[in-house]
């Protein structure tokens, strides 16, 4: 190899990490299993990483529009909005996540932590403060971030992404599986919904 020819090479490969660089730092998009891009305009079905285990969906309580967050036989379709972008969801943006056609339910339908006696840990609801009069409201924003070709939730108590805990599924004497802040991230992938 003449020296021009390395010294193209490394040019190359200078600029091949800068483009790298200049990704890591803007955030990834986040992409359903067909490769395409989500956006705030189409419903996906949080899936686990694993083939044919269900999907994110939601379970009643004993309470009136209280709804824990659950992994479960089938998934109900959620819409994301991306704080940062008008179309496309980002890694390491703020998102929030709304279930869409929650059946019998006409409250709010995003997704906010809870916290109470009933787990050992912060778990996933839907509905708003008001919806939880008992319980205490985790102030904090989602994120999803890229697990190589998965993704996974974090929920993070301030902006600047210095406590972010992972949303994993939280189980208790083998009851139901909430969505919640255990520590272990659940690794989930995104199907579009075609209806
Ligand atoms: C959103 O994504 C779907 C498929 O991934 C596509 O059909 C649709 O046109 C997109 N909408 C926008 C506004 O980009
Ligand atoms: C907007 O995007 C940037 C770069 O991805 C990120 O650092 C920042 O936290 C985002 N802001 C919000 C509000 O999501
Ligand atoms: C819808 O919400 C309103 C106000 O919260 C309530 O009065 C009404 O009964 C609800 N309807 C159904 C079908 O749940
Ligand atoms: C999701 O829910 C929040 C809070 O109820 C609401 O402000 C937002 O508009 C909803 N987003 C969508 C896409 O429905
Ligand atoms: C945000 O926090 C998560 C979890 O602690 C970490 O994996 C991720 O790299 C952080 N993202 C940024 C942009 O600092
Ligand atoms: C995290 O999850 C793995 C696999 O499900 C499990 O083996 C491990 O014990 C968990 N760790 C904690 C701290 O819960």
Known sequence: MTTSSSLL???FLLLTFTIK?????AGGTVKDID???LNITSKYSILPSIEN??????????VKNQLLVVLSSSAL???????????????????SVNFTNIPKYNGSSSWIVIYDKSAKVPYVA????KDY???QIKTGTFKIESIGALYKFVFCS????????DVGVYQENGGIKRLALTGNASLIKFKKDSI
């Open 21 to 25: 660089l200049k990704f890591a730092i």
């Open 9 to 11: 090479n490394l040019f």
């Open 158 to 165: 301030d902006i600047a992404n210095t406590s972010c805990k």
């Open 77 to 95: 379709p959620v819409t994301f909005t991306d704080s940062n972008s008008t179309k496309a969801i980002l890694t390491d943006d703020i998102v």
């Open 35 to 37: 490769g395409n891009v």
């Open 126 to 129: 839907v509905g708003s403060a």
């Open 53 to 62: 285990h269900g999907g994110v969906t939601v379970a009643k309580t004993e």
């Open 133 to 135: 009069p008992s319980h």
